[in-house]
C-alpha cells in the first residue's frame, strides 16, 4: 500500500499556508482511506490545529459552513488551485461532548489534539489523517484494516453507535460500497443497536441508504435485514424476505428474487429503487390456489401505491417519486399476452417515452431474476415492445394531448368556451389518434371537432 498521498494542489496551498502561522493541518477522513485504496476522492477534508476565527483570518475567500462544529469552507483561487477555484472544508480539531439523543452532541469543544480528534471518528479505515511532512497518522490500526478488508469501529463500538446512531447503516454502507466485511464486535453492537435508527432523519437515512442500493454490493441489503436494521426503516423488505413464490415463473423467495433484480440493472438511484421495491406489494397480494401455486395478482397496483408512500417516508423529491411509481405501476405490464400497437401507444402514453429505457431495464432485469419458464415468449415480448416503441418514435405519433395539431385556441374560433366541455374535446381528439395517427393533422381534427358538435346538438 503506497503511503504517499498525490494531493490537489488546493489542499497543499492551504496545509501549506496553516503550518507558516505555527498551525498543523492534515487531509483526514475518506480522502486518506480512498487515495490508500487507489481510487479517486470526492471529496479532500482538512483537519487543523487552528480554530476557525484563526482560519478565516489566514485565507481570504471562506464560507461559514458551521463555525459552531468548527468548520469553515476555504475558496482557493486559480492560481493556488492550478486550475479551476475550488473549496475545501477546514475543521478544528475538536472533541464532542455527550451525546443525548443519537444524533449529535451537546457541545463541541476544540481542541489542539489531532488524536483526540481521529478518536471521534466512526471506523478505522476513516479515522487516518496525512500530510505530506508526517505521512500517514494511523493511530487506531486503519491501514490493516483496509488490508484486511475489514470495518471496525473506533473504540468500543457501543459507544460510536451510540454517538450517531447512522453510522450503524453507514457501516453497512462502506461494506458494501468498498466489498468489506464488518468487523464481529461492530456487527454485534450494530443488531443490539439497530433500534436507535428511528432516532435518525429520514433525509439522513435515506442518503446512506441510497448509497448502499447504489453501490456494486446492493446484495448488502440482506446484511442490514439480518441485523434487524431494515425493520427500523424499510420494514417492507423484511416481510419480502419472508415471502416464497411457489410459481413456474420464479426460483427464489420474493426478497432474493429483489435482490437480484437490483444486481441487474446499472447504479443509477431510480433504476435500484423501482428493481427494490418493483414487488413491495407481492407478501400482501400473494394467494395460494388448489395446486399450491402463488399468485400475486394486481400486486403493481397495490406496489405503486406503497412505493409512494416509503419514497415519501424517505423525503424524495416529486420526480424521482412519480419517475419510481409508474415504473413500479408498468414494470410486468403485456407480459402473456399478444399487445397490437393501438394498445401500445396508450400504453406508452401513461408511461410516458421519457420512461421507455428505464422500463425496459427493469423488465430485462426481472426476466434475469426470473426460472426459464416461458423465457422466450418472454425475451420475444420485449423485443416486440422494442419494435414498436421504434415505430411511434420514428413516425411522430401522437401520445399527448400537447402533441395534437390543434388546441385549445382553434376550439375556441370554432365556437367553443374554455372548460370541461373543451377538455373533453381534447381527450375525444386524443382519443382519435391514439387509434389512427394520420388523423392528427389540421383540417381533418377541425373536421372531427365540427361533426362532434353536431352530434351534440
Same mark, same amino acid.
Given at each position: ?163 450517531? !446512531?447512522?453510522? &450503524? #447503516? =453507514?457501516?453497512?454502507? +462502506? ?5 468489506? %466485511? @464488518? ?123 406503497? !412505493?409512494?408512500? &416509503? #419514497? =415519501?417516508?424517505?423525503? +424524495? ?5 412519480? %419517475? @419510481? ?127 362532434? #358538435?353536431?352530434?351534440?346538438?
Amino acid at each position: 500500500m503506497n503511503e504517499k498521498i498525490v494531493m490537489p494542489a488546493g489542499a497543499v496551498y492551504i496545509i501549506e499556508e496553516l503550518n507558516k502561522k505555527g498551525y498543523e493541518a492534515f487531509i483526514v477522513g475518506g480522502c486518506v482511506r480512498d487515495s490508500l485504496l487507489g481510487r479517486v476522492p470526492s471529496d479532500w477534508d482538512i483537519t487543523t490545529s487552528a480554530t476557525p476565527y484563526q482560519v478565516k483570518d489566514i485565507f481570504k475567500k471562506t464560507v461559514d459552513t458551521g463555525l459552531q462544529h468548527g468548520t469553515v469552507t476555504v475558496l482557493v483561487d486559480k492560481e493556488h488551485a492550478k486550475g479551476n477555484e475550488y473549496s475545501y472544508e477546514v475543521t478544528t480539531y475538536r472533541v464532542d461532548g455527550v451525546y443525548e439523543d443519537h444524533r449529535r452532541p451537546s457541545e463541541v469543544t476544540f481542541s489542539k489534539s489531532l488524536e483526540e480528534d481521529l478518536k471521534r471518528r466512526d471506523f478505522t479505515i476513516n479515522a487516518m489523517a496525512y500530510n505530506d511532512k508526517d505521512g500517514v497518522v494511523d493511530i487506531f490500526g486503519g491501514k490493516e484494516d483496509l488490508e484486511r478488508k475489514l470495518i471496525r469501529c473506533v473504540g468500543t463500538p457501543s459507544e460510536r453507535f451510540d454517538e450517531d !446512531a447512522l453510522r &450503524i #447503516l =453507514r457501516a453497512v454502507r +462502506f461494506a458494501a460500497q468498498l466489498g468489506f %466485511k @464488518i468487523d464481529d464486535e461492530t456487527q454485534k453492537a450494530m443488531e443490539n443497536q439497530a433500534r436507535f435508527l428511528k432516532d435518525i432523519s429520514a433525509e439522513r437515512i435515506r442518503e446512506e441508504f441510497t448509497k448502499l442500493i447504489t453501490s456494486d454490493n446492493p446484495g448488502m441489503l440482506t446484511t442490514a435485514y439480518e441485523l434487524g436494521l431494515t425493520k427500523e426503516f424499510l420494514p417492507e423488505f423484511d416481510e419480502m424476505i419472508k415471502t416464497p413464490q411457489n410459481n413456474p415463473n420464479h426460483m427464489y423467495p420474493v426478497g432474493m428474487h429483489t435482490i437480484k433484480v437490483m444486481e441487474n440493472v446499472p447504479r443509477d438511484t431510480v433504476l435500484r429503487y423501482t428493481a427494490l421495491l418493483h414487488d413491495v406489494a407481492k407478501p400482501l397480494c400473494r394467494t395460494t390456489d388448489e395446486n399450491g401455486t402463488d399468485h400475486f395478482y394486481d400486486h403493481q397496483i397495490t406496489g405503486s401505491k406503497m !412505493a409512494h408512500d &416509503i #419514497l =415519501r417516508r424517505l423525503k +424524495f423529491d416529486n420526480d424521482t417519486v412519480d %419517475k @419510481i411509481t409508474k415504473l413500479v405501476m408498468y414494470h410486468d405490464y403485456g407480459i402473456g399476452s399478444e399487445l397490437g400497437i393501438k394498445a401500445f401507444r396508450r400504453f406508452l402514453a401513461k408511461l410516458g417515452t421519457e420512461n421507455f429505457d428505464d422500463y425496459i431495464t427493469i423488465r430485462e432485469a426481472d426476466i434475469k431474476a426470473q426460472s426459464d419458464y416461458n423465457l422466450e415468449s418472454k425475451k420475444e415480448s420485449i423485443e416486440s415492445f422494442k419494435k414498436m416503441y421504434e415505430i411511434v418514435v420514428s413516425e411522430n405519433h401522437c401520445l399527448k394531448i400537447a402533441d395534437l395539431a390543434i388546441d385549445g385556441k382553434v376550439l375556441i374560433e370554432l365556437g367553443m368556451k374554455p372548460g370541461r366541455a373543451m377538455g373533453e374535446m381534447l381527450h375525444y381528439l386524443l382519443e382519435c389518434v391514439m387509434d389512427e395517427p394520420p388523423l392528427n393533422n389540421r383540417e381533418t381534427l377541425i373536421n372531427l371537432v365540427r361533426s362532434k #358538435l353536431e352530434e351534440e346538438t
